[in-house]
């Protein structure tokens, strides 16, 4: 039987890594819809186009009347990856976060509530778990949410209106929190690109504060994959954490970038802090590994490694 799944945000950094791999790795029919905002790349999509089981549609989640022309068919699934993602533009304004990440969520949960897919993924963050002390335990799926930013904030609204459909309707929905990731077709407003393109060009490098604060990074093929396990695996009404178990603070992370591309530390600048910034972020995956046996399995050096050679690439490519 064919099945059809619904990805939102497919142009964007996780989206497409996880429709590339779909192509890959399932035999579902995959429509992916996004509205090109800044932060879609619909390049990052044309390979697809290749494929017979993929077909794209621009419409903005956001716009119930615009989201309509996606329901032509039934979906087994939505994975809900369309979102404003940038916390520095969600401290400048968070309107559009609201628009996209909180009304575009409760039209899709529509979507599932009047029958146009059976189930629902909702891509979100473990940034909804707020910051952590340097000796506190990583957050697991219970911790308390306390967002500190508008982006964050957004998103756990977007998980809570998630849960309450759960519990009002009995709808099949599940929620993936995830640490930060890495690897190809990501913005290069983005830490990681960012401080790979600039040294690639020579062209100082900004870090926040002191650039001790600590992320726990992921390499987006094994985020992918996790989705995947909760998409055939994953039990309704519950959350998953996903994590890569590689804690470093953003200066490991320059140095580990700087090393790789044999450049010098003096290209750094220290700039004042973002407003707001969590200090500690440390994902628990126990659950997904124990329940749905899921567990990372590309190590940050090697990551690394493959991430700097696509923006390599990709930078030679663009002349
Ligand atoms: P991204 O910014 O790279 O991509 C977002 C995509 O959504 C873009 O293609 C954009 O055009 C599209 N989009 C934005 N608004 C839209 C709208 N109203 N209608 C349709 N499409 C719209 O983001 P990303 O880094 O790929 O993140 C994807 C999801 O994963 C987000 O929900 C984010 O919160 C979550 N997440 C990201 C990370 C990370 O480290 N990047 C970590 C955990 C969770």
Redesign the pocket.
Known sequence: MERHILV?????????NFIAHMLINSNYFITN?????????FENTIPFEKSNRYRFIK?????KDELSKVYDQKYYAII???????VDRSIEDAL?FI???IY?TYNLLQAVLTGKAQKMIQ?????VYGSLEPDESPFIETTSLAPNNP?SAS?ASADLLVRSFFKTYQLPLTIT??????GPM??TE?FIPKVITNALNNIEIPIYGDGLNIRDWIYVED?CRAIHSVLEKGVSGEVYNIGGSEEKTNLEIIDCILKELGKDKNLIKHVADRKGHDRRYSMDSSKISSELGWKPIISFNEGIKKTKEWYRQREQNSG
């Open positions: 939102t945000g497919g142009a964007g950094f996780i989206g497409s819809v996004d509205s090109l905002t800044y932060a879609g790349n419409a903005d989640i956001g716009q809900n990856f369309a979102a404003e993602s940038h559009p628009h996209t990440n575009g891509i979100s963050t473990d940034e982006y998103k929190r995830c640490s930060n990731n890495f990501q913005h983005k985020h």
